[in-house]
Structure formats: structure tokens, C-alpha cells
């Protein structure tokens, strides 16, 4: 058998419990955005025009910080809002379009 290892029970179980966040989480911690020439579309939620910078929540309910190309597409845009933004390879805001959302239907029993 080999030498005993210096960690407790408690320092690999965290050790390799840390490793795995990592993993799952990714690099960033965030949504990974989509690739090339793709966009993304869900509601606004905050708008920093002098920074460039813009939150949204997307459509499949993960966070998204963006950056914009520049302030022009964001002066038509408010929070609350739905979008559908155009990114770039870089994962930057080139157009950001409103959209409008279908309600989706409401049944109604007859009883």
C-alpha cells in the first residue's frame, strides 16, 4: 500500500466537491453565450448606456451580461423589454430588436 494521504476525509470530500462546481459551472459561472453569428432573445434587465453593457434574462431562464457594439442599439430598448439580440463572434451586441410575445393560450373547462 501506498503512503497515507495528509488530507482528512473533510479536505478531499471539499477539494474534490470544489472540482466539480468548476466543472459545472464553467469558466465564466454564467450561461454559455452562442456561437458565431448567432442571437439570443429574452426580457431586459438593466441597461447601462455609458458602460455598453447590458443584462438580460433569455428565454431559457439563464442570466446574460452582454456588451454593445455601440450606444445606438440600445437607445430604442428599455428594461423590461423583450429582445432578440444579434452577437458576433466575441459574444458582442451588434442589433438589439424588440419583439413581441405570443401569450400563450388559456383554456378554460365548462364545468
Do not use: C, W
Amino acid at each position: 500500500m501506498g503512503r497515507p494521504s495528509r488530507l482528512g476525509k473533510g479536505s478531499a470530500l471539499a477539494i474534490g466537491f470544489a472540482g466539480l462546481l468548476v466543472v459545472a459551472l464553467g469558466a465564466s459561472g454564467q450561461a454559455s453565450l452562442p456561437t458565431a453569428d448567432q442571437s439570443i432573445q429574452g426580457i431586459i434587465l438593466r441597461i447601462d448606456a455609458p458602460r455598453l453593457y447590458l443584462s438580460l434574462r433569455a428565454d431559457d431562464g439563464h442570466h446574460v451580461d452582454l456588451t454593445s457594439a455601440n450606444v445606438d442599439a440600445m437607445r430604442t430598448v428599455r428594461a423590461g423589454d423583450h429582445v432578440r439580440v444579434e452577437l458576433d463572434e466575441h459574444g458582442i451586441a451588434l442589433n438589439i430588436n424588440k419583439t413581441v410575445l405570443v401569450p400563450r393560450p388559456i383554456f378554460y373547462s365548462r364545468g
